[in-house]
């Protein structure tokens, strides 16, 4: 009906109901009371919307409040008000209210409780805020009139009837809200002191009731996780021999995380096999299932007797006849069940096991946890699209025989992608089954591909429903897991998605979320504290016995002996409690990418509310990085090489309680060298497949034959191989295409049974019926096709729609993944050049596909789509062409014919976009060097601004020497044009002549980019890298900066030479000595730009060189030189470096120590810093303090040697060295003189 507010009496019930339509979904958010009204007995309604709540009042009581999830009404009325009625918008009456109505209010301000009480039994004929009243007090007539605000009069219909109207004689009941302590109060003293207002306007003594109850503790214990294991069974048929060790790899995972993340269960959605009881494969998929599951019961590797407490489902592929309810589950109940020969449940004296709602068989389990302080309950249904209600009937009763445990409820299919995703047919029978038990707050299940999620409330509890399912993804579903983590003092779920077999998060929104849970609150009775009598006024008890820490709820009810009403329930915690700290990542954002190597620079903010932060730890993965102690948190990760990355961060606080921040991904993308664009092959084919254009021999196609809608790409007298490169198809629309249009088609490359390239053609007939799937037809029309050849250093890939790749020569740190239905990744790779995709395929679902591609969150996303629009798996090929690529043009065109240039050639040449109501043209140049005659166009749609550009089909003919481009939307194709963006590549069929510039493109890059003045490593090498063509010398400039050329290294020409043949050479750079305490040196080499080559990216590249380590300590502590004593402690500087001591420090200097010896042996102790390599050492020996000498030399008296060694523990640093003069020849003298001589 539309209405913007409703209030009545809810049929069935008698209970007071209100409603509104919201603004932003038309959605309602109705609100019933718990109170039915008796008949015949006058009451006083009130109802208020604060702007995020509805409440319901009944004689100045409330009766129920439900959130509207921030939604508001709609405030444009295009109904009829009416008191008695609800009227729809042409003014006709919806139903009526059988009873009397009188002093009837609206407000444009939400009236609190007491304000509601203050006028129950008066009248008010204006005040503010009141925008409408109506007495209905006249004695005649047909008109009620409102007192209050612009009168809007009502006109009495359908019958007239009159009354003494309200006595307003109700019996207003006491009031009642908490004083202390506050709603989430901390440190309160273990004997609390609660208290409450009271009031009563009808005066008298009151009595406060206090109830209470304890909901855990703050304690590290509190934060748990639960992980869920998805569809499991493509990991279970192990196809390849591969995929059960990626299941095994899952919950191996889980054992070894299980104390750093206190898992407290693990829940299995489902699908746990491919063939369930089917006898060829049911051996090999449940030992595999059983082997990677019963990893969890181990208790030498869990460290536990029990192992981690788990349970499973079953799934429609474990059921025979697969998704047959009333089939077989022989396998699922001797491994995870009661075993169909003994009887005996596999859980079998497991303390967390509940039982079976059959005593035969497991098929629907439940079983019970406790973590964080918290009991849960869990309950398992067999996946059934027609849920029996003996079933669901079984579930509610042990939620209902369990009401202080939270109850988590797992079937197979419980929702549908999406968000808000719909509820299966099961998951919604469960839900309206079981929602009205207060500890539901949980569903998850798996079924379908993606990842799914939903908010339903009833009575103001809510209850999420999840669904996480990956195994429409590589290898089966590369291992991923729906990790949830129980946060009990925050009342929240925080939801993150990880593989261990690629140890990397997925962080978007679908993956990583947060749930609003109330795990803080009890679910079960609060039981009374204590009573008190009272005046009006306020009404304490004291609450005695509570724990350190403890976590507590508590409320009150006030009763004039008439009436009570209570207060809502607050939480407090006692003193003594250890909150963990906080931390979150500031630095990268999530998604954040670079170019390889990366130097990403790590920071995170953290606090600790009772304490101090002890240290943060940086994560890659589950790979510490580093460790930082002191504010502000950061960490330097040097050289990351290219690939997809999670950074985690954990702060530990001095109480040793970890938290762990909210992980965030970041890639680093490789740029691969530009290919040798000579060496492809491009060809036009007109109907009939005649050769109409191609390149020269030896690189031309030759003719195809004639077989309708399949062209046979042949080379040089050999097939071309599909998987040794990529071959690029598109729609030419030409003169020879007699009778037939291009327009309309779908090229899709594929191998024949032998691996040779072939194009399919189909037609989309035009006009197409709006249908699922559109009729194709093979055709013979207008072709262009290019091979780009893996051998040239072109990089793609050519994927199935499995997600498997079946050929790619990406570079090292990227990889091929499949994110969901028609949707794949390729990520770790550079985003500044240009990439296309083609849809391959020649039969069944695969034919008639169309590819769009955009860029999100760092990485290329490739959307294969059916013909009618639909999302659908496909296999496609795609290749990324560098911005140094040469020969080729390549760049975008937005919808609005704006027109990016995506390589040097484009940019050098230049092209004009002009885009009108039925095309778009590209001229490139002035047209005479690049057009369609000489030149064929390859366009991929970019879905990246909108997915309107994934369901297209594009195609391009000749404008004299302009390229015209059409694009039109499926499925039903008519002509008309829609402008999308796109991306192309234009490419000369004779590359080898084409007078469009070719030029190499040349880089540079620091392969040995440190060295030092002392030490083994003093040299330096920078490389210089070029693109095609390599086929002569080429000389390259460059220049230096920052160290000193011929005086901090060996004099560089400023010239190096590319051998023929050669993408690179090196300048070696060989770092020369001094005695200059200069300090650290950069030395950065600079590409110079000639007419011989294009600078590429980068043009520049550094190096580090050290200084001699006494040189740096001396520049470090700027001292003066090696013999002075810049502090005057008596000890050169040079000694002072050897010692370890600081040299601009007088009260930092090493002592030399003498020992006591005997028997012709002097001792003495010094120290020495371990970094001092550098020097020269010796120790000499003197019995008259004038003459010196060196071990083995003699006096003419006597003759010594003198050893040393570190005598100090290992780690010690500067360490202490003992000297050991020995007279070996002649009378131990009285007392022998031992000296440090050290010299550079």
């Not at 609150?521 to 609450?543: F, K, M, Q, R």
């Amino acid at each position: 009906m539309n209405c913007n507010y409703f209030i009545g009496i809810e049929a069935g019930t008698g209970k007071i109901a209100a409603d509104f339509e919201d603004l932003n979904n038309g959605l309602n958010h109705p609100a019933v009371g718990h109170t039915a009204v008796p008949v015949g007995v006058w009451q006083h309604v009130a109802v208020t919307f604060d702007g995020t709540a509805w409440t319901i009042y009944l004689n100045g009581k409330e009766e129920a409040t439900v959130s509207t999830e921030g939604q508001v009404p709609e405030h444009i009325s295009i109904q009829h008000a009416g008191l008695g009625t609800a009227m729809n918008s042409t003014g006709v009456r919806e139903g009526y209210f059988h009873g009397q109505m009188d002093e009837v209010r609206i407000w444009n301000v939400a009236r609190e409780l007491h304000d509601i009480q203050d006028s129950l039994n008066s009248e008010i004929v204006s005040a503010p805020g009141l925008v409408a009243r109506y007495a209905m007090n006249e004695t005649s007539g047909n008109v009620i009139e409102s007192s209050a605000g612009t009168p809007v009069n009502g006109s009495l219909v359908n019958g007239v009837y009159r009354s003494t109207g309200a006595p307003f004689n109700l019996d207003v009941p006491p009031n009642i809200s908490l004083a202390s302590p506050a709603d989430g109060a901390t440190e309160v003293p273990l004997t609390a002191p609660l208290s409450a207002v009271v009031g009563d306007l009808n005066g008298g003594t009151l009595q406060v009731k206090f109830f209470g109850r304890s909901i855990g503790n703050v304690t590290n214990t509190d934060d748990f996780t639960v992980v869920a294991l998805p569809d499991t069974q493509y990991y279970s048929e192990n196809v390849g021999g591969t995929r059960a060790a990626i299941f095994s790899a899952q919950t191996d995972w889980i054992v070894a995380e299980k104390d750093a993340r206190n898992i407290g269960f693990v829940l299995h959605l489902g699908d746990i096999t491919e063939h369930g009881d089917n006898p060829s494969t049911a051996a090999s998929e449940w030992a595999n299932a059983s082997n990677a599951m019963y990893r969890l019961e181990n208790p030498e590797t869990t460290l536990s007797a029990e192992g981690v407490p788990y349970i499973v489902a079953v799934g429609n592929h474990d059921q025979t006849p697969i998704g047959n309810a009333d089939g077989t589950t022989t396998n699922f109940n001797t491994f995870f069940g009661v075993h169909p020969t003994t009887g005996i449940n596999h859980f079998a004296g497991k303390s967390y096991y509940g039982g079976t709602s059959e005593p035969a068989k497991a098929d629907n389990n439940y079983t019970l946890f406790s973590a964080g302080g918290l009991d849960f309950i869990v309950i398992s249904f067999e996946y059934d699209t027609t849920p029996d209600q003996a079933d669901l009937d079984w579930a509610d009763a042990l939620l209902k025989a369990n009401p202080n445990r939270r109850g988590i409820v797992i079937t197979h299919h419980t929702v549908n992608i999406g968000n808000p995703a719909s509820f299966s047919a099961q998951g919604s029978a469960i839900y309206e089954a079981l929602k009205d038990n207060p500890n539901l707050i949980l569903m998850h299940g798996g079924h379908i591909h993606g990842e799914g999620r939903r908010i339903d409330t009833f009575e103001g509890r809510k209850v999420h429903s999840l669904l996480a399912d990956y195994q429409g993804r590589t290898n089966g579903g590369d291992g991923w897991l729906r990790i949830m983590q129980f946060r009990p003092s925050l009342n929240r779920i925080d939801v993150k998605t990880y593989s261990p077999t690629l140890n990397q998060y997925e962080t978007d929104a679908d993956s990583q979320f947060s749930l609003d849970v109330n795990l803080s609150g009890g679910v079960g009775p609060l039981n009374e504290i204590g009573t008190v009598t009272v005046a009006p006024g306020t009404a304490s008890i004291d609450w005695s016995g509570l724990e350190e820490g403890g976590r507590y709820e508590w409320y009150a009810e006030v009763s004039d002996g008439t009436t009570t009403v209570t207060t809502p329930v607050r939480g407090f915690i006692a003193e003594g409690a250890l909150y963990p700290p906080t931390v979150a990542i500031t630095s990268p954002v999530n998604g954040a990418y670079s170019a390889a190597p990366a130097d990403i620079t790590l920071q995170a903010d953290a606090a600790d509310s009772d304490g101090t932060i002890a240290k943060v730890e940086f994560f890659s993965g589950t790979n510490l990085l580093g460790t930082d102690t002191e504010a502000p948190y950061s960490f330097e990760w040097a050289n990351v090489p290219a690939g997809s990355y999670t950074v985690i961060v954990k702060a530990t606080d001095n109480d040793g309680l970890v938290t762990t921040a909210e992980p965030v991904s970041v890639q680093v993308l490789a740029e691969p060298a530009a290919p040798d664009a000579a060496a492809i092959s491009t060809g036009l084919f007109n109907p009939g497949w005649a050769v109409a254009a191609t390149s020269p021999a030896p690189r031309g196609f030759e003719a195809p034959g004639v077989d309708v809608g399949d062209i046979e790409l042949k080379v040089n007298g050999a097939p071309v191989r599909f998987l040794e490169g990529i071959t690029a198809t598109a729609n030419w629309n030409n003169p020879g295409n007699v009778g037939v249009s291009s327009a309309n088609n779908i090229a899709s490359p594929y191998a024949d049974a032998s691996g040779n390239a072939f194009v399919n053609v189909m037609d989309n007939a035009i006009n197409n019926a709006p249908t699922a799937n559109p009729a194709t037809v093979e055709e013979s029309a207008g072709t262009a096709v290019a091979h780009f050849p893996f051998s040239a250093g072109f990089v793609g890939g050519i994927v199935s729609a499995n997600g498997a790749v079946l050929a790619s020569n990406l570079p090292a740190g990227a990889s091929i993944g499949k994110a969901g239905t028609g949707l794949y990744t390729v990520s770790g790779l550079s985003l500044a050049g240009n990439l296309l995709a083609f849809p391959n395929g020649d039969t069944g679902t695969d034919v008639d596909n169309v590819v769009s591609v955009r860029i999100a969150n760092g990485s290329w996303i490739i959307d294969t789509r059916d013909n009618g629009v639909g999302s659908q798996d496909d296999s496609f090929s795609f290749v990324y062409l560098p911005a140094a690529t040469s020969g080729v043009l390549s760049g975008s065109v937005s919808a609005s014919g704006a027109l990016t240039t995506l390589n040097g050639e484009l940019a050098t040449l230049g092209a004009t976009v002009t885009q009108t109501a039925t095309h778009v043209d590209i001229t490139f140049g002035d047209g005479n060097l690049i057009n369609p005659a000489t030149t064929a166009l390859f366009i991929t749609a970019d879905s990246g601004a909108s997915l309107e550009a994934a369901d297209n089909i594009i195609s391009y003919e000749a404008s004299g020497n302009t390229f015209r481009v059409f694009t039109q939307d499926l499925p039903e194709l008519n002509g008309t044009f829609q402008p999308i963006d796109f991306r192309f590549t234009a490419v000369p069929l004779d590359l080898d002549s084409s007078t469009v510039p070719t030029v190499p493109v040349v880089s540079i890059s620091a392969t040995d980019s440190a060295a030092g003045e002392h030490g083994d490593d003093q040299a330096l090498a920078f490389t210089v890298t070029r693109t095609a063509p390599v086929t002569a010398p080429l000389i390259v400039s460059y220049a230096t900066s920052g160290a000193t050329n011929g005086s901090d290294f060996a004099t560089l020409s400023g010239i190096i030479e590319i051998p023929a043949g050669e993408t690179s050479a090196v300048i070696p750079v060989t770092v020369l000595a001094d005695d200059a305490a200069e300090g650290p040196e950069t030395l950065t080499v600079t590409l110079t730009d000639t007419e011989a080559y294009d600078l590429g990216t980068p043009a520049a590249a550094s190096g580090s060189i050290a200084d001699r380590p006494l040189q740096a300590f001396l520049f470090a502590n700027n001292l003066t030189s090696l013999d002075g004593d810049d502090d005057g402690d008596g000890v050169k500087n040079i000694l002072e470096y050897y010692m370890g001591s600081e040299g601009d420090d007088a009260t930092s200097h090493g002592v030399v120590t003498a020992v006591s010896a005997g028997n012709g042996t002097f001792t003495a102790r010094f120290p020495h810093a371990k970094s001092a390599t550098d020097l020269n050492v010796v120790i000499e020996w003197s019995t008259d303090l004038v003459n010196w000498h060196t071990s083995g030399q003699t006096n003419g008296t006597q003759t010594a040697t003198v050893t040393r060694q570190p005598v100090s523990p290992p780690e010690e640093d500067p360490e202490t060295i003992e000297a050991v003069l020995t007279i070996t020849d002649g009378a131990a003298p009285a007392g022998v003189f031992l000296r440090l001589n050290v010299a550079p």
